[in-house]
């Protein structure tokens, strides 16, 4: 069982908005804000879309935003795309270490 | 550009240990502000951190994983390396080496990933 519990999957069509929600605990998602999302393509490394809760990395586009609330952390990807269509991880900090979420299957209608 | 990239075996045998090497170029693994660790996914399933060392060589683990796992840097090789005792089946899964930038919860680079099977 992951440590942190997302869906399994969502879906929209194109050019609709998603979100994609993790919950964690007051030991990790409430406690800090390094929270991160990442986007995995089938058979590719995982790539970081959304770091520190709110912040994007060079390159990705603001399509993508982060949140939080308490224990839950969001991810919002709105304008969706074909290419969007792929797996989502969140990870925490934990005090000493760092959680995944069991990742979330985006399919782009 | 940074590029990280995975090596060492693809197979290993139940109850012996997974060793795995990240050797960095275009970058050094000495740099000043960065972890550098180990992310592993079994087949068809989700993300597990399982540990990180800092360019000071101090080093953190999973809890699940703290009493198999040992993380090292060579400086002189820009590597880190990933050592796994006493594996068994549930060790089965593709191995990336990441950095993540210090302060932060940026992991911006990563290796393609190697799939290690652990079968005899």
Redesign the interface.
């Known amino acids: 069982q992951?440590a942190l519990t997302q869906p399994r999957s969502v879906s929209g069509s194109p050019g609709q908005s998603v979100t994609i929600s993790c919950t964690g605990t007051s030991t990790d998602v409430g406690s800090y804000n390094?929270?991160?999302w990442?986007q995995q393509h089938p058979g590719k490394?995982?790539?970081?879309i959304i770091?520190?809760v709110t912040?994007w990395?060079s390159g990705v586009p603001d399509r993508f935003s982060g949140s939080k609330s308490g224990n839950t952390a969001s991810l919002t990807i709105s304008g969706l795309q074909a290419d969007d269509e792929a797996d989502y991880?969140c990870?925490?900090?934990a005090g000493?270490?760092?959680?995944?979420?069991?990742?979330t299957k985006l399919t782009v209608l | 550009q940074l590029r990280l990239q995975e090596s060492g075996p693809g197979l290993v045998k139940p109850s012996e240990t997974l060793s795995l090497t990240c050797t960095v170029s275009g970058g050094s693994v000495s740099s000043s502000g960065y972890y550098w660790g180990w992310i592993r996914q079994p087949p068809g399933k989700g993300l597990e951190w399982i540990g990180a060392v800092y360019d000071s060589g101090t080093t953190y683990y999973n809890p699940s994983l703290k009493s198999r796992v040992t993380i090292s840097v060579d400086t002189s090789k820009n590597q880190f390396s990933l050592k796994l005792t006493s594996v068994t089946a549930a060790d089965t899964a593709v191995y990336y080496c990441a950095r993540r930038r210090e302060g932060t919860s940026l992991r911006d680079y990563w290796g393609q990933g190697t799939l290690v099977t652990v079968s005899s």
């Open positions: 992951s390094y929270v991160s990442y490394a995982p790539k970081v770091y520190d912040k990395p991880y990870c925490s900090f000493s270490h760092w959680v995944f979420g069991g990742g």
